[in-house]
């Protein structure tokens, strides 16, 4: 990226982000904007509830989707479109000021994201139910809707006072962040030749999370194929589900660090019809992690070469001449991971951002979002938390506290125009 066009987040002469940030707070403009998120509080739970609502499986979210468009048109935005991929995407444009030179015309635009996926099945009933404590129960009630909710109202704010920052700002509801998703959204944005500078995604469970590092993962489906038969009459065929017993047994005994941060999960393991008969087909989804992506790279072939050996084991074990097992390995995402000095200016102002609005951030080691595509590709990038509290985060048991939740929409809000160089 051109030196002009990089992120100083202290414009006007600033020593530092954190006097950068109080200036903000000392403009009237911009504690206009702070008061009317507060006063907007309600309105912002019922966008997130009705969002809630329709149903958007990852691949799936053109019913969201098509809402969230007629939401955004509705606000005073200079664009709003879907692209290519899913995502929508509305257009604050930076303001028009005589003295901006050529540089500073070029400068590139911030995205404030959250995504349109959950991880429920479309017939998944996401009815928001409000229980007598306050607490807003329903599948996907926080992660993501209730991001997808701040996005909307900070546009609708800066829009309803007239606020334009010096770049241009990208208000996007992105598709595919969950699993099989696989970052497509925000892969896309990145490949479709906007102009990027910054990238801040509102996706976390309480207001006080920071994502500022991303780990890389990678997810495998191991497909076991054999003969099958009678479990009385063709006893010794060799059986799928004992080759991927075998495997995941393998699996389990990998030793993985605790530094640089490395974890394995085999989340899905699946196979036959019936206790009596030896299935033809299994199959098994593991997912692998690490922040450091040679480490991923080797407990990847750690994992690849656990399956093979399981599979020989089962056909040795066995010495059937015809009905050995096989396994087909197919990857089903592969995300890319990145590290980000706690020097970067974005982290530096977000970090002064969450105190300004008496938050104590609590920065994530690294963790899978939205933001691992900018950060893998050199980009600042955050993940920010989302105003009040979810628990239950990805089951049907998902919950969400809205107290004071307007603290984390005005804090979000607070560094999109640092980022954005009001």
Not at 169 to 182: K, Q, R
Not at 251 to 258: F, G, L, N, R
Not at 399 to 406: K, S, V
């Amino acid at each position: 990226m051109p030196e002009q066009n990089r992120l100083s987040l202290a414009p006007g002469g600033h020593n530092s982000p954190e006097d950068y940030i109080q200036s903000l707070l000392s403009c009237a403009p911009v504690r206009a904007v702070m008061e009317y998120l507060k006063e907007k509080d309600a309105e912002t739970l019922a966008v997130q509830k009705e969002l809630c609502s329709i149903p958007s499986p990852s691949n799936h979210e053109e019913a969201r989707a098509a809402r969230y468009y007629s939401l955004l048109s509705g606000i005073g935005l200079d664009e709003v479109r879907i692209d290519e991929a899913g995502n929508v995407i509305g257009l604050l444009r930076g303001a028009d000021t005589k003295n901006r030179t050529a540089a500073r015309k070029t400068l590139p635009a911030v995205v404030l994201a959250a995504h349109m996926d959950t991880v429920f099945s479309a017939d998944t009933d996401c009815t928001p139910v409000t229980k007598e404590d306050g607490m807003v129960w329903a599948p996907g009630i926080g992660d993501d809707t209730r991001g997808m909710a701040e996005v909307y109202m900070i546009a609708k704010a800066l829009c309803a006072l007239g606020i334009r920052a010096s770049r241009d700002i990208l208000f996007v509801g992105d598709v595919g962040e969950e699993s099989v998703g696989d970052l497509r959204g925000t892969r896309h944005l990145f490949t479709s030749g906007l102009n990027i500078g910054a990238f801040l995604s509102i996706d976390g469970g309480k207001p006080e999370s920071l994502v500022t590092n991303a780990i890389a993962s990678c997810t495998y489906r191991f497909t076991f194929s054999g003969r099958g038969g009678h479990a009385l009459s063709d006893f010794g065929v060799p059986n799928v589900n004992n080759a991927m017993a075998r495997a995941a047994a393998r699996i389990a005994d990998m030793e993985v660090p605790e530094d640089p941060r490395t974890v394995f999960n085999i989340g899905v393991m699946r196979g036959g019809v019936s206790p009596n008969a030896i299935p033809s087909e299994a199959y098994m989804d593991v997912n692998l992690r690490s922040v450091d992506s040679g480490e991923l790279d080797r407990i990847c072939a750690y994992t690849e070469t656990s399956v093979r050996d399981a599979v020989d084991a089962e056909n040795a074990h066995w010495a059937y001449p015809d009905g050995k097992v096989t396994v087909e390995k197919t990857i089903l995402t592969r995300r890319p991971g990145g590290i980000q000095s706690p020097d970067l200016p974005l982290v530096r102002t977000a970090v002064a951002a969450y105190r300004a609005c008496g938050m104590e951030p609590q920065i994530s080691k690294a963790a899978s979002t939205d933001s691992n595509i900018p950060i893998s590709l050199g980009i600042p990038a955050v993940t920010l938390g989302r105003g009040g509290r979810c628990y239950g985060t990805h089951s049907v048991n998902e919950h969400f506290d809205p107290a004071d939740a307007y603290l984390g929409v005005q804090k979000n809000c607070l560094l999109l125009l640092a980022a954005a160089e009001y």
